[in-house]
């Protein structure tokens, strides 16, 4: 079950990078934050961010394994919760 959650933390986080450049790719919408509106910036940092959790919840889990599945099932929630912002900007209004 712990490997199960890693790869939906995985995939969720897939889910945000790909969603991201969707919604990024229609006109009017563009990045906030100005340090993530340089792509390769942009990519880098999802792909390093979701290393990080990942490296964190593994350590975690060996000494507490509990807060790891916490940080873990959080960590899919806001990717999960990130997609589906980005299919909805992406979309436009219904």
């Known amino acids: 079950m712990w490997q199960a959650i890693g790869f939906l933390l995985i995939l969720s986080s897939a889910g945000d990078?790909?969603?991201?450049?969707?919604?990024?790719?229609?006109?009017?919408?563009?990045?906030?934050?100005?340090?993530m509106q340089?792509?390769?910036i942009r990519v880098g940092a999802k792909i390093a961010g979701t290393a990080f959790v990942w490296w964190i919840t593994e350590w975690l889990h060996r000494r507490h394994p509990r807060i790891a599945w916490v940080v873990r099932v959080v960590g899919v929630?806001?990717?999960?919760?990130?997609?589906?912002?980005?299919?909805?900007?992406w979309?436009?209004?219904l």
């Not at 990078?17 to 340090?35: F, Q, W, Y």
């Not at 919760?81 to 909805?88: G, I, S, V």
Request: net charge positive; charged share 20%; proline share 8%.
């Open 17 to 35: 990078a790909v969603s991201t450049e969707l919604a990024l790719s229609r006109p009017g919408i563009r990045e906030t934050n100005p340090l």
């Open 38 to 40: 340089i792509t390769e």
């Open 77 to 89: 929630t806001a990717f999960s919760y990130a997609t589906q912002n980005n299919l909805r900007l």
């Open 91 to 93: 979309r436009g209004p």
